[in-house]
């Protein structure tokens, strides 16, 4: 069966794209995918090693002339994130992509496209088959699970590789050359709660932040925008500046440690008399939040509602532990702590106040720390944990991914930026990223190597909206193929 990609150029990307897109996505896709490789590779008689976390390097020799250059490590992942959407009948498990090209895009019907990392991956099987490349040794890296945990750069075994060289393929914006990503870890503070019997004649009602935009909690945290866990947290303590008396049955908000909280909930317990007062309060604080958010966050809405008075909401934590858990939420870091010297405009270092949850006489606590400066990222960790553990919390600080530390006098940044000029006759944008790629677990592996990273335009991964944009693969594949000549 014919692809609507088979006339799209540079065709051997595009040609290998396309087989990758008619390989099957089980809970292992990238199995399937690293026997496809593997495949390949033996094939054309190529030396394959692997890890026995299911890493796959290929290597491949030089082209005649340029045996005595340093070996370089073009690296991708083999695995995709597999979304459809709900009205695109779809099992991942048995059935291909089915790209469709429009204009200068390349989609999925309905599903994800599996772009991000099946183009780098391409290129890299392309670059081998490549007539007109020029290169000295290579080795291809391919990481399983980088969706999910980046687990196969994490147990990537650093014997496979020779090479002090690296090219990341796995970055998503034409034009752009990327020398640094931030490391990252969470933080787990459970509270041990006393619960005491509400009042009798108690009013039970919801306090609601709603239509917050959210966002990834490193790619977004520049911007600013609110935390539906900080804007509850604030209105509960105006309320009890106020005099108010509120008991707390349950707090709840955020879904996901990387991503910034929209929406946030608590339970609470007044006198009736103090509604009206209640809902003034609250309607005065809503005022000052969409004045303090409202460019960033207009669709932000706080909301009151009594609801019923039943089993699930009989009894209140006692004053002294909501007092505790209200002030740790209140000093704890959240936002842009740090910026880069290195990467002008770049946040060095951040924190999100992620995750809270109320289950009986237990509250837990999530944040999620970043640095691409493993000192920093310590530091604002241990800055976390003291502000709950001063608050009598029991604080787990759970194993990370570390950062790649932006480096300007980058070697093999400058040959790809004197390519990108020679080809495109301006200067790309140096740019790194506060979120992670396994560029930071690899330099943790082999210290000292070198890494670039670069790819196309790649918009909306990980949704079935994601496209790849045409006329990018090209410019990339260009840049790609101009850096390996110069290298050998």
Same mark, same amino acid.
């Given at each position: 069966?014919?692809?609507?990609?088979?006339?799209?150029?540079?065709?051997?990307?595009?040609?290998?794209?396309?087989?990758?897109?008619?390989?099957?996505?089980?809970?292992?896709?990238?199995?399937?995918?690293?026997?496809?490789?593997?495949?390949?590779?033996?094939?054309?008689?190529?030396?394959?090693?692997?890890?026995?976390?299911?890493?796959?390097?290929?290597?491949?020799?030089?082209?005649?002339?340029?045996?005595?250059?340093?070996?370089?490590?073009?690296?991708?992942?083999?695995?995709?994130?597999?979304?459809?959407?709900?009205?695109?009948?779809?099992?991942?498990?048995?059935?291909?992509?089915? *790209?469709?090209?429009?204009?200068?895009?390349?989609?999925?019907?309905?599903?994800?496209?599996?772009?991000?990392?099946?183009?780098?991956?391409?290129?890299?099987?392309?670059?081998?088959?490549?007539?007109?490349?020029?290169?000295? *040794?290579?080795?291809? #890296?391919?990481?399983?699970?980088?969706?999910?945990?980046?687990?196969?750069?994490?147990?990537?075994?650093?014997?496979?590789?020779?090479?002090?060289? #690296?090219?990341?393929?796995?970055?998503?914006?034409?034009?752009?050359?990327?020398?640094?990503?931030?490391?990252?870890?969470?933080?787990?503070?459970?509270?041990?709660?006393?619960?005491?019997?509400?009042?009798?004649?108690?009013?039970?009602?919801?306090?609601?932040?709603?239509?917050?935009?959210?966002?990834?909690?490193?790619?977004?945290?520049?911007?600013?925008?609110?935390?539906?866990?900080?804007?509850?947290?604030?209105?509960?303590?105006?309320?009890?500046?106020?005099?108010?008396?509120?008991?707390?049955?349950?707090?709840?908000?955020?879904?996901?440690?990387?991503?910034?909280?929209?929406?946030?909930?608590?339970? #609470?317990?007044?006198?009736?008399?103090?509604?009206?007062?209640?809902?003034?309060?609250?309607?005065?604080?809503?005022?000052?939040?969409?004045?303090?958010?409202?460019?960033?966050?207009?669709?932000?809405?706080?909301?009151?509602?009594?609801?019923?008075?039943?089993?699930?909401?009989?009894?209140?934590?006692?004053?002294?532990?909501?007092?505790?858990?209200?002030?740790?939420?209140?000093?704890?870091?959240?936002?842009?702590?740090?910026?880069?010297?290195?990467?002008?405009?770049?946040?060095?270092?951040?924190?999100?106040?992620?995750?809270?949850?109320?289950?009986?006489?237990?509250?837990?606590?999530?944040?999620?720390?970043?640095?691409?400066?493993?000192?920093?990222?310590?530091?604002?960790?241990?800055?976390?944990?003291?502000?709950?553990?001063?608050?009598?919390?029991?604080?787990?600080?759970?194993?990370?991914?570390?950062?790649?530390?932006?480096?300007?006098?980058?070697?093999?940044?400058?040959?790809?930026?004197?390519?990108?000029?020679?080809?495109?006759?301006?200067?790309?944008?140096?740019?790194?990223?506060?979120?992670?790629?396994?560029?930071?677990?690899?330099?943790?592996?082999?210290?000292?190597?070198?890494?670039?990273?670069?790819?196309?335009?790649?918009?909306?991964?990980?949704?079935?909206?994601?496209?790849?944009?045409?006329?990018?693969?090209?410019?990339?594949?260009? #840049?790609?193929?101009?850096?390996?000549?110069?290298?050998?």
């Amino acid at each position: 069966m014919s692809s609507p990609l088979e006339n799209l150029q540079p065709s051997l990307v595009w040609r290998h794209f396309a087989a990758i897109c008619q390989i099957p996505h089980p809970s292992k896709h990238e199995a399937q995918l690293a026997e496809h490789v593997v495949n390949w590779a033996t094939g054309k008689g190529l030396e394959v090693r692997r890890d026995a976390a299911g890493n796959v390097v290929v290597a491949v020799p030089a082209t005649p002339g340029h045996e005595s250059a340093p070996v370089i490590v073009l690296q991708g992942h083999l695995d995709m994130v597999g979304e459809a959407n709900s009205d695109t009948p779809f099992d991942f498990t048995v059935e291909p992509i089915q *790209p469709r090209v429009v204009g200068d895009h390349v989609y999925a019907t309905g599903t994800t496209l599996g772009a991000d990392n099946g183009i780098g991956v391409a290129a890299a099987m392309a670059i081998v088959e490549d007539p007109d490349a020029v290169y000295g *040794p290579l080795e291809l #890296l391919f990481t399983i699970d980088e969706e999910t945990g980046l687990t196969g750069a994490m147990q990537l075994d650093p014997k496979l590789l020779t090479g002090r060289t #690296l090219i990341n393929l796995d970055t998503e914006e034409d034009g752009a050359l990327y020398i640094g990503c931030a490391g990252g870890a969470d933080t787990k503070s459970t509270f041990t709660i006393t619960r005491e019997d509400a009042m009798p004649g108690t009013l039970a009602i919801r306090l609601s932040v709603r239509g917050l935009r959210g966002g990834h909690s490193g790619v977004d945290i520049h911007e600013n925008r609110g935390n539906a866990l900080k804007f509850l947290v604030r209105l509960l303590q105006a309320l009890r500046r106020a005099g108010i008396e509120v008991g707390i049955v349950s707090l709840s908000g955020g879904s996901k440690h990387n991503a910034i909280p929209r929406e946030a909930d608590a339970i #609470l317990r007044i006198n009736p008399e103090d509604e009206v007062r209640l809902r003034q309060v609250v309607e005065e604080k809503a005022a000052i939040l969409r004045e303090e958010f409202g460019e960033i966050d207009p669709g932000q809405r706080i909301e009151v509602e009594t609801v019923s008075a039943d089993a699930t909401t009989a009894s209140v934590w006692l004053p002294f532990d909501a007092d505790r858990i209200l002030d740790a939420l209140m000093a704890c870091p959240h936002g842009v702590l740090g910026m880069s010297r290195a990467v002008p405009g770049l946040v060095e270092t951040s924190s999100n106040l992620a995750v809270i949850r109320t289950e009986d006489t237990t509250v837990w606590v999530q944040t999620s720390s970043r640095s691409s400066v493993m000192p920093s990222l310590k530091a604002t960790l241990d800055q976390v944990a003291a502000v709950f553990r001063l608050a009598g919390a029991e604080v787990e600080t759970h194993d990370g991914y570390p950062g790649w530390k932006p480096n300007p006098a980058s070697p093999v940044l400058g040959t790809a930026r004197q390519a990108f000029v020679r080809l495109f006759g301006r200067e790309p944008h140096i740019k790194a990223i506060h979120a992670g790629l396994e560029c930071g677990l690899i330099g943790e592996k082999l210290p000292g190597i070198d890494m670039v990273s670069m790819g196309p335009q790649i918009e909306s991964p990980h949704s079935p909206d994601e496209r790849v944009q045409i006329s990018t693969v090209d410019r990339f594949y260009t #840049l790609l193929k101009a850096t390996l000549k110069d290298l050998a």
